[in-house]
């Protein structure tokens, strides 16, 4: 059996980025606050942890005062940065600076088209920490939108200005933006950027990544994707593996394989989201060899 490693799978760079951070503040100080989970994946949460990192909430944030928290890569809406200072909490603030263009840009847009009573519309995952942070550029008055049903929010009359969360699917994003056309032409509308500004904010290193697992999924007998559940670029990038592969099975550790799935003479490839560290993803080649 010839198992291989995805090159290109693992932690992006804003990812990486937030993780270096807590690491370096550990080392110096043992023990440090970081709002929500650092990463989507519960294994890296957990090597975390037992280093001192201590994972709070909203909630537990209002009781901090005079010390320190990190704000994680998928960045937070300005409340939160207003209750830090008032609170005289020290903010390591480890915001993709993809994000934070992102937060801008939809600030910009929510600043100009609520002047001609329009919207700002996001495709992305209701709740996630990412679109929580976008939605508090608009004062939390942004319409999320993750299915063609949540388009019913929406009104068609009014000028729309359109954003992506930075890791949901191309695709997903083109097919939302053609339903939203299709939608304001059935209201009589016409497709100007006056009336539908459409932005594709999807981060460039998570898309490029969609190609590159179609290839991997061909070269492979058997796709083994490793993700945190609750990891919403996991799930899309899953979808591109099962899509060109049916042999493509989604699992958080190496806890989870079954030795069904498997044949002696099977190439199998293992690979993950931008959340999945790569010391999980060797860990997983591992017990596949044990297996077999």
């Not at 006056?194 to 290193?205: G, K, L, T, V």
């Not at 991997?216 to 994707?225: A, K, L, M, R």
């Amino acid at each position: 059996m010839q198992i291989t490693i995805d090159k290109n799978s693992g932690y992006c760079f804003g990812v990486e980025f937030a993780i270096q951070m807590a690491e370096d503040e550990l080392v110096e100080s043992g023990k440090l606050y970081c709002l929500g989970d650092i990463v989507h994946n519960a294994m890296e949460v957990e090597r975390l942890q037992a280093k001192g990192l201590q994972i709070i909430g909203h909630d537990d944030l209002k009781q901090l005062h005079d010390c320190k928290v990190l704000i994680r890569a998928h960045g937070e809406p300005p409340e939160t940065y207003e209750l830090a200072m008032k609170n005289n909490i020290e903010l390591i603030d480890a915001s993709c600076p993809v994000v934070l263009k992102l937060q801008n840009r939809v600030k910009n847009s929510y600043d100009k088209i609520t002047a001609k009573n329009g919207q700002v519309v996001i495709y992305g995952q209701q709740g996630h920490a990412e679109v929580i942070g976008i939605s508090g550029q608009t004062h939390n008055e942004a319409i999320v939108v993750t299915t063609e049903d949540d388009l019913q929010k929406v009104d068609f009359s009014k000028p729309i200005a359109f954003y992506s969360q930075t890791t949901k699917s191309t695709a997903g994003f083109y097919k939302m933006k053609a339903l939203i056309e299709s939608k304001i032409s059935e209201n009589g509308g016409s497709i100007t950027d006056e009336n539908f500004d459409a932005n594709d904010s999807i981060c460039r290193q998570v898309s490029n990544r969609e190609p590159q697992l179609e290839k991997f999924s061909t070269e492979n007998d058997v796709i083994i994707f490793v993700s945190g559940k609750k990891s919403s670029n996991g799930k899309a990038l899953y979808g591109v593996c099962k899509n060109t592969n049916q042999r493509s099975y989604f699992i958080e550790n190496e806890l989870e394989l079954e030795n069904a799935w498997f044949k002696p003479t099977d190439k199998v490839g293992i690979c993950g989201a931008t959340s999945t560290p790569s010391w999980l993803m060797e860990k997983v080649a591992k017990a596949i060899e044990e297996l077999n």
